[in-house]
């Protein structure tokens, strides 16, 4: 099943309105994690697999990658990418991360930032990813952790007064889909294990090379919630390389 909820209007609207639609990369809790797991990107090659607005694509031109190949499902997140792109050596392209296609072509850099929790096919892309990069090449992602995907409802218990309680965890070992709200009702994301994401990679062929779960940096602590993000982590960053 592939959701294509970015290309629902009353969803888009929703989500370029938050930070990290507005600001790029350093609205982004996990960037600084993320940033710190990247590859020297000078004269590589790079794809990035549901690339949204493009942050991350000219990110990697900022750092003197040679191509950068954008991907995503949504026209409307191509559509905004593009109008914040100018450069000849970023190509965007519409397609399902699933039915990606590059045939003859291989990539040093494959990064994903918070898409796979959106597919539920996490073995068959890994395979395929493996077969885009070059020998020796990174494959660094994040998801939404699977602490955080566990429920239908991913929200905290409160008390009678609003107060967060805590982060509830139930059916975390029943992988598989979850019709949850984000922005807007009927988000179709898929739960699977921290040990199926390790498990996925290494019968791929990847050796792991960095697992880190997500809490925000310093400089985001002023932001009123944040604190709360030390309370469990929201996403999980993992990077390998490819034998």
């Known amino acids: 099943m592939k959701q294509n909820k970015y290309d629902d209007q009353t969803f888009f609207s929703a989500y370029e309105q938050m930070p990290r639609s ?11 994690i993320l940033q ?12 990035d697999l549901g690339c949204g607005f493009g942050w991350h694509c000219r990110y990697a031109r900022e750092q003197q990658a040679s ?10 997140m191509l ?3 593009e109008e914040l792109t100018n450069d000849p050596h970023i190509t965007y392209v519409n397609s399902s991360i699933e039915d990606i296609g590059f045939e003859g072509r291989q990539f040093d850099v494959v990064l994903s930032s918070l898409a796979f929790h959106y597919i539920e096919a996490f073995d068959d892309a ?3 990813i493996y077969g885009l990069l070059a020998p020796g090449g990174t494959f660094l992602f994040s998801v939404e952790h699977p602490i955080f995907t566990a429920r239908d409802e991913q929200d905290w218990h409160y008390d009678e007064k609003g107060e967060r309680l805590h982060w509830p965890v139930d059916r975390y070992q029943s992988e598989g889909m979850r019709d949850t709200s984000f922005l807007t009702d009927n988000v179709i994301k898929y739960h699977r294990t921290v040990s199926t994401y390790m498990n996925s990679l290494i019968r791929a062929g990847f050796r792991i090379t960095a697992v880190k779960e997500s809490v925000p940096s310093p400089a985001m602590m002023h932001i009123p919630g944040m604190a709360d993000e030390l309370r469990r982590p929201m996403f999980l960053i993992v990077a390998a390389v490819k034998l």
């Open 126 to 128: 890994c395979a395929n």
């Open 22 to 32: 507005i600001d790029g990369l350093k609205a982004a809790g996990e960037w600084h």
């Open 79 to 81: 559509k905004r990418a």
């Open 67 to 76: 191509e950068v190949v954008g991907v995503d499902i949504s026209a409307n």
């Open 36 to 47: 710190a797991l990247l590859p020297d990107l000078r004269d590589k090659r790079v794809l």
